[in-house]
C-alpha cells in the first residue's frame, strides 16, 4: 500500500483495521503457544482442571496485561513526544513513573500489602502529576523546556528517595524493590489486569480524540502561537491522560523501559509523522512488541537446566535497541 | 625547625599512619549472621568484637557492634577495632572493601557455604583456626547424626516446593545448601533441576511442576500477608497442595548454616510425616 499524500479515511481505516486485525491474532496465538502449550480442546472439554487453571489464573492474565502494558507505554511515548517536541521523550522522561515507583517503594519498606503497595504507587504518580504540572507552569502556560526539565529533576529527586529506603532497609526487601525497578509481568490476576485497562482504556480513548491536536501540539509554541492557534488546552489535556496511563501501568508492572521510545519512532519511520496515524498504530505495535518480549522471556531459558525466565525489560532492551539503530540507519 | 613545622610533620605522621597507632586487638569480626551462630558454638562469642546488623542470634551476639551488613562493611569502624581475624563467607559481594582490608594488614578468612558438604567442611575450618578443633568435631558429629536420624525416617513420597518470594516467584533450585538438605533428608525438591541457584519461576510453571507440599520461606522478609498469601496459592486448585492444603509458612533464619539447621530440618520432616 502506498502512502498517499494527505491522510484519507480509507487509507487510515485499511492500516489501521490490518494492524487491529495482526494485534488480535498474536494475542490468540501467544494465550496459547506458551510454554507450555495449551490446547485450546482441553480447555473446551474442561476434563483437566490443570489446563484451565494455566490459561485462566497464568497464562491469559500475563499475556492480555503484557498487550495493555505495551499498548499503554507506547501511546505515553507519543504523547509525551509530541507534547515535548523531543524525541527522546518517554514515559520516564516526566517524572511521572519516578513518582510511582518512590511511591510503590515506600509502601514496599513499610510492609504494606501487595493491593495497597500498588495503590500508594498510583497515588504517588497522581501527586507527582499534579506536582510536576504546578511547578512547570510558567504564566499559566506550560512551556515543553520548563516541562522537561521539572520532570527530569523529578525522576532524579525521586530515584535518590528511591536509593535511600533501598539502604536503610533489610535484604529481602531489597530484592522485590530491585525487580519493581526492572518490572514484571508476571503474578497478576484477571481483575487485576481488568482495573488497569479500565484506567488505560480512558486515557487512549481521550488521546485518541486528542490526536489531530498532537499534529498541531507538536509544531510548538511559538508556531501554533504566530498561527494564531491556542494549543494550551490540548497540551494539558494530553499531559494529564498520558500521566494518568503510566501511573496505573508502573503501579502494577514496575518499571519497563524502551517500550515508549522505541515503539513510536519504530511506526514514524514507516508510516511517518502524522499522529491520526502514529497513535493508535503505536498502541497496536507497543502491545504486539511486550506481547512477544515477555513470551521470549519465558521461553528462551524454559527448559533444560536453567529453568528461569527473565526479566521483560531485559529483552525489550536487547531487540529494541539493535533493531531501531538498523531501521534509523537505513531510513538516513 | 620551627614550632610550626613540627606541628604540620607531626599533623602529617598522624594523618598517614593512623594504622600503626591502632593496637592490634585479640577480637574476631564475622561478617555474616551463620558465623556468628557458629563461632558462639565454638564458645568463642566473648571473642567478638563485630558482627552485621543482621546477627541477631544468639541474644548476645545483638549487643556487638554492628560492622556491616550483607552488602557492606563500615571499613573504618573494622580498622579502628584492628581485629585479629576478620570471617566472611565467599558468597558475600563485598570484595572490595574486604581487598582493602587485607592490603591493611587485617587478616580475612573465607568460608564456603554454597552446598551442604562445605558447610561441614567449613565448621572444621573454623575450629582449626582458633584451635577448637574438638569442640569443631563433636559439634560437626552431633549435626550430622541428628541429620542422620531424620534421614532415616521413613517419610512417604512427596514433590515440595521452597518458595523465597512471591511477588516474583522465586524457588529454590538445584545447586544450592537448602537443596541439598532436602535431597539428604531424601525429599524430592519440584524445582531440583534448575541449575540456577534460585531461579525466577513463572505461575505457569508452579502450576505445571504440581508440588505435593509448598513451604513458603519468604515471611522473613515480607513480614505482612500471610493470610493474603494463602489466598493468592488457594486460587491454582489443581496443584496437589493447594487441594490438599498442604502449604506451609517457615522462617528462612531456621535454615542458616548452624546448628540450628537441623531445628529447621526437623520441622521439614515433621510436615512431612503422615
Given at each position: 500500500m502506498k502512502r498517499p499524500a494527505a491522510l484519507s479515511f480509507d487509507y487510515w481505516f485499511k492500516v489501521v483495521g490490518v494492524g487491529f486485525c495482526f494485534f488480535c491474532i498474536v494475542l490468540f496465538l501467544l494465550a496459547f503457544i506458551g510454554p507450555p502449550f495449551i490446547s485450546p480442546f482441553d480447555l473446551i472439554s474442561s476434563k483437566d482442571p490443570l489446563a484451565g487453571d494455566l490459561f485462566f489464573k497464568a497464562r491469559l492474565p500475563r499475556v492480555l496485561f503484557a498487550f495493555v502494558v505495551g499498548g499503554a507505554l507506547s501511546a505515553s511515548g507519543v504523547a509525551f513526544q509530541s507534547l515535548l517536541r523531543?524525541?527522546?521523550?518517554?514515559?520516564?522522561?516526566?517524572g511521572v513513573s519516578g513518582g510511582a515507583a518512590l511511591g510503590g517503594v515506600a509502601a514496599m519498606a513499610l510492609g504494606f500489602s501487595f493491593p495497597m503497595v500498588t495503590l500508594v504507587a498510583f497515588t504517588g504518580a497522581l501527586v507527582s502529576l499534579l506536582l510536576i504540572y504546578r511547578l512547570a507552569q510558567v504564566n499559566g502556560r506550560l512551556p515543553s523546556a520548563s516541562l522537561l526539565l521539572t520532570g527530569v529533576m523529578f525522576n532524579a529527586f525521586a530515584f535518590a528517595l528511591i536509593l535511600l529506603i533501598n539502604s536503610l532497609i533489610s535484604f529481602g526487601q531489597a530484592h522485590q524493590i530491585l525487580f519493581f525497578l526492572i518490572g514484571s509481568l508476571e503474578a497478576v490476576s484477571l481483575n487485576e489486569v481488568l482495573w488497569v485497562s479500565l484506567l488505560v482504556a480512558g486515557g487512549l480513548f481521550i488521546l485518541f480524540f486528542q490526536s489531530s491536536h498532537m499534529n498541531i501540539v507538536s509544531l510548538g509554541e511559538e508556531t501554533t502561537h504566530s498561527l494564531g492557534i491556542s494549543a494550551e488546552i490540548h497540551r494539558k489535556i494530553i499531559f494529564i491522560s498520558a500521566s494518568v496511563i503510566v501511573g496505573a501501568t508502573v503501579a502494577y508492572a514496575g518499571l519497563i523501559g524502551f517500550v515508549g521510545l522505541f515503539v513510536p519512532h519504530f511506526v514514524r519511520l514507516i508510516f511517518g509523522g502524522d499522529h491520526r496515524l502514529t497513535f493508535p498504530l503505536s498502541v497496536i505495535g507497543g502491545g504486539i512488541f511486550l506481547g512477544l518480549s515477555d513470551f521470549l522471556s519465558h521461553l528462551l531459558?524454559?527448559?533444560?537446566?536453567?529453568q528461569t525466565q527473565l526479566p521483560v525489560g531485559v529483552i525489550t532492551a536487547l531487540i529494541g535497541g539493535p533493531f531501531f539503530i538498523y531501521l534509523m540507519k537505513r531510513s538516513l | 625547625m620551627s614550632n610550626f613545622r613540627l606541628k604540620i610533620l607531626l599533623f602529617l605522621i598522624l594523618l598517614f599512619n593512623f594504622n600503626i597507632l591502632s593496637v592490634a586487638s585479640a577480637g574476631v569480626v564475622s561478617l555474616k549472621p551463620n558465623i556468628t551462630e557458629l563461632l558462639f558454638e565454638l564458645g568463642l562469642g566473648d571473642r567478638l568484637v563485630g558482627v552485621t546488623t543482621?546477627?541477631?542470634?544468639?541474644?548476645?551476639?545483638?549487643g556487638i557492634e554492628k560492622v556491616g551488613d550483607y552488602s557492606h562493611v563500615d571499613i573504618e569502624k573494622v580498622l579502628k577495632i584492628h581485629p585479629e581475624i576478620v570471617i566472611n563467607s565467599k558468597e558475600n559481594s563485598i570484595e572490595r572493601e574486604i581487598i582493602f582490608l587485607e592490603k591493611r594488614g587485617i587478616k580475612v578468612k573465607f568460608l564456603n557455604f554454597d552446598r551442604l558438604n562445605q558447610f561441614f567442611d567449613s565448621i572444621g575450618d573454623l575450629s582449626k583456626e582458633f584451635d577448637r578443633e574438638e569442640e569443631g568435631k563433636k559439634i560437626l558429629s552431633r549435626i550430622k547424626s541428628e541429620l542422620e536420624e531424620l534421614r532415616a525416617i521413613d517419610l512417604p513420597s512427596e514433590k515440595v516446593i521452597l518458595v523465597v518470594?512471591?511477588?516474583?516467584l522465586v524457588v529454590v533450585g538445584g545447586n544450592n545448601f537448602l537443596n541439598d538438605l532436602l535431597a539428604y533428608l531424601n525429599i524430592s525438591n519440584a524445582a531440583g533441576g534448575s541449575r540456577v541457584r534460585y531461579p525466577n519461576w513463572g505461575v505457569e510453571q508452579l502450576i505445571l511442576s504440581q508440588p505435593t507440599v509448598i513451604i513458603d520461606l519468604s515471611m522473613g522478609t515480607e513480614k505482612k500477608g500471610e493470610a493474603m498469601r494463602l489466598k493468592w496459592y488457594r486460587q491454582f486448585q489443581s496443584i496437589p497442595a493447594v487441594k490438599n492444603n498442604r502449604i506451609y509458612f517457615m522462617d528462612i533464619d531456621h535454615f542458616r548454616a548452624s546448628s540450628r539447621l537441623v531445628r529447621g530440618a526437623k520441622k521439614i520432616v515433621e510436615l512431612l510425616k503422615p
Open positions: 523531543n524525541p527522546l521523550a518517554d514515559p520516564y522522561t516526566l531459558f524454559w527448559s533444560g537446566d536453567l | 543482621f546477627c541477631d542470634y544468639p541474644e548476645e551476639a545483638k518470594g512471591v511477588q516474583p
